[in-house]
């Protein structure tokens, strides 16, 4: 009982432990579908690519959400915002099935203007009462320095609509259509700078980035001098800390500490 414990590192542990059963040594453990969701056409792969391609390797199902059009993702003043929101969206579907993932939902916001809104909140609560993930995947909103909105926007949209995804009176109108509130047991963050779980990606780091390099129209040959380093040093940051030599970090949280919780980055 709760009211024999005296101090705090016992109660918490005991709260993770006995309470939420809270397990982060495999939280895919009994996961078969996957949500990850993403402000524009090339964000999982960067962030967790080689994660995804163990997962689907190991059966699972992952579906990505893609909020935004990644029509302004260019420095090429010839290519038109709806050109390169159709380019984005071959190289997207390209890059995914290297993979393993053969469905990508989109809301087709404008890229660099993804709101904050009620609306575009519901939206991903009717894809999770539609799809029915058993996790979500979504960038991490306070990591720190960044300066894109859509990322930052993207995971707190993300983080509220797991939350109020289960509750009947949040968008009653799903219910009236037959579209049932959902429980996501499992939430976690990618492109996160307090990561409490890591995925060995060190045989499929070259996949992953042959991944990343198909959305060509990001990752021509100039920028891709810069990005490759990046992205093995990322890789090899993450790695470090897990031991290995590429990484990937998540952050995973129990769905009791997204609210009210002065003690949730102790995880």
């Known amino acids: 009982m709760f009211e024999d414990v ?3 590192e016992t109660a918490f542990r005991r709260l993770l432990d006995e309470v939420l059963e ?3 040594s495999n939280p895919f453990d009994e996961v078969d579908k996957i949500l990850c969701i993403e402000p524009h056409p090339d964000d999982c ?3 967790m690519g080689g994660t995804i391609r163990k997962l689907t390797e190991a059966g699972k199902e992952v579906v990505y959400l893609c909020l935004t059009d990644g029509s302004m993702g260019t420095t090429d003043e010839n290519v038109s915002a709806h050109e390169l929101a159709l380019i984005r969206k071959r190289e997207e579907e390209e890059s995914a099935k290297m993979l393993g ?3 990508i939902i989109w809301l ?5 203007e993804l709101p904050y809104t009620v609306e575009a909140r519901n939206q991903i609560i009717k894809v999770l009462r539609r799809e029915k993930p058993d996790a979500v995947l979504a960038p991490d909103p306070w990591l720190p320095y960044e300066a894109h909105p859509d990322h930052v926007t993207a995971g707190r949209l993300a983080l509220e609509a797991v939350s109020f995804s289960p509750l009947p009176n949040v968008v009653p109108s799903d219910v009236q259509l037959g579209i049932k509130p959902h429980q996501v047991e499992v939430f976690g963050f990618y492109y996160t700078a307090k990561p409490n779980y890591f995925v060995d990606i060190t045989d499929v780091m ?3 980035l042959k991944a990343v390099r198909a959305h060509k129209s990001q990752f021509t040959d100039d920028v891709w001098e810069q990005w490759e380093p990046f992205l093995r040093t990322i890789a090899l940051y993450y790695g470090k800390k897990a031991g ?3 990484a990937e970090g998540l952050r995973f949280m129990p769905g009791l500490f997204l609210h009210i919780t002065p003690f949730a980055e102790l995880i």
Do not use: A
């Not at 087709?108 to 660099?112: A, Q, V």
């Open 6 to 8: 005296n101090d705090f």
């Open 22 to 24: 809270f397990d982060l």
């Open 45 to 47: 792969v960067i962030g």
């Open 101 to 103: 993932v053969d469905r």
């Open 108 to 112: 087709d916001y404008k890229d660099t």
């Open 206 to 208: 070259e996949l992953k």
């Open 244 to 246: 290995t030599k590429y």
